[in-house]
């Protein structure tokens, strides 16, 4: 948009290049078994139905109000795993939602090991700000919620994921909802996060694409 509005560049000489996944350090091969492993780790029973979230926890990120609504939805099969450390403002807030059984915090971890827990996760949730962990997620192939910023539909690459409005407890709680009580809908989003978003997220892809365009 700045390139055409600013510049006048004309929209058929643009496309957007994205912030994508190193595919590299993503062990697909072994999703099984490091999938099993960090549930267990974690005291995740295999059935459960795993969301993640994480990177900075600061107010604009609405991770408070995911953990309200997994809090509130109380489903015992539903958990949800948040990794990152609060900021100052969010800190007690955090300790307070994070101490029940349904909330899994395990702190900062290392930028290649967010996707083992990827990995091991169902969903992706992101009801604030952007962060790169967007387009991680979905070239991870998971499936994800995230609030509708504009210029941030790209992530959206068929069907795999929900945008929310506001990043409101109620909208997080109604969307989580929608998708525990219609598996046929999460299993659809699955699909394509698997088949589309891991490969259109994929640096190596992304490099390819650049390359070609500008050869």
């Known amino acids: 948009d700045f390139l055409m ?13 994205v912030m994508g996944a190193d595919t590299e350090k993503i062990d697909f091969a072994h999703k099984d078994e490091i999938r099993k492993k960090i549930r267990r780790n974690l005291s995740l029973a295999d059935d459960d139905f795993v969301l993640i979230t994480g990177g900075k926890i600061e107010k604009n990120k609405n991770i408070h109000h995911l953990m309200e609504a997994v809090n509130e939805i109380a489903d ?15 800190k007690d807030v955090f300790e307070k939602l994070s101490s029940t059984s349904f909330i899994r915090k395990i702190g900062w971890i ?9 990995l091991a996760s169902d969903m992706a949730v992101f009801p604030g700000r952007h962060s790169v962990l967007w387009e991680q997620a979905v070239g991870t192939g998971l499936p994800c919620i995230f609030k509708k910023w504009k210029g941030q539909t790209h992530v959206d690459v068929g069907g795999n994921c929900i945008f929310i409005e506001n990043g409101t407890k109620e909208e997080i709680k109604s969307a989580i909802k929608s998708i525990l ?6 299993n659809r989003m ?4 698997r088949e589309k978003g891991v490969v259109l997220f994929s640096y190596e892809n992304i490099s390819r694409r650049a390359i070609g365009q500008i050869c």
Do not use: C, H, W
């Open 76 to 90: 015992e099969k539903l958990k949800l795993i948040v990794f990152g450390t609060p900021s100052e403002e969010m």
């Open 110 to 118: 290392d930028a290649d090991d967010v996707y083992n827990y990827f």
């Open 181 to 186: 009580t219609d598996r046929e809908t999460y």
């Open 5 to 17: 509005e600013m510049y006048n560049v004309p929209k058929n000489k643009i496309e957007l290049l």
């Open 190 to 193: 699955s699909k394509v996060a």
